[in-house]
């Protein structure tokens, strides 16, 4: 499955560009700078992400996007009435086929709400990691993993930049983070993968690594101490991830 990361905002396509490593020259990842009316059909199977509320109401940034793009206030209808109206929780996953309201390619409506409603920030400049990081890198790692399989492509907007109010350069650098992890899993283990989360996340917890993680460490060459005192805040990326991904 490639990625299509899509925002108006400069800053936010500069972050992404700056922190996708190789996934940018492999094709695996590509990014357009403009709105969803503007991105042009390319003939791949299409899952994209509304990054919303928790009651599904379509009314703001790239959601009012959304809405405008599939049929406007029906289709904002169609998306609660498959919620069940219901209350969905900050980062969970609802995934909903977009039946009658297909175009260009695009299958699947991923919901995963970023804020209960866009009333309060939930970012604390105090914490964050917890309140920043942790939560876009979530979303964008449920974003990752939910799409149905015929899933060719699954198009991401920037995460939590908005109502949110979590800075543009912490959405990125944890957007990107998860993106790179996503295409890592085919040479690294699962053990290694969840290691570096825990540390991204500054959950590190001995108890849970293994020595044959700290020994795959040594393999792809990531420095272990540097891993494990590894702050999202101050660190760049490419010191956790193996040379040259």
Known sequence: MKVLLIDINARVINHWAKGLGNLLKSGEVSIHNGSLESFEPNGLLKSIVSPGNSFGFLGGGFDLAIQEYFGGSLFERYVRYKLMHSYVPVTNCTVIPLNQ?????????????????????????????????????????????????????????????????????????????????????????????????????????????????????????????????????????DSILPSGY
């Open 101 to 237: 309201f297909s175009r260009d390619q695009f299958q699947y409506l991923l919901h995963i709400p970023t804020v209960v409603t866009p009333v309060v920030p939930d970012y604390d400049r105090r914490d964050p990691v917890h309140s920043g990081y942790r939560i876009v890198f979530d979303v964008t790692w449920n974003a990752l993993h939910f799409p149905p399989s015929e899933t060719e492509q699954l198009v991401l907007p920037g995460l939590c930049t908005g109502y949110a109010g979590v800075p543009i350069p912490i959405a990125c650098k944890a957007m990107c983070f998860a993106i790179r992890l996503f295409y890592l899993k085919s040479i690294l283990s699962q053990d290694l993968i969840n290691t570096m989360i825990m540390c991204f996340m500054g959950y590190q917890y001995e108890p849970f690594i293994s020595e044959d993680c700290l020994m795959e460490c040594q393999k792809v060459g990531i420095d272990w101490d540097t891993m494990h005192r590894f702050n999202p805040h101050e660190d760049p990326l």
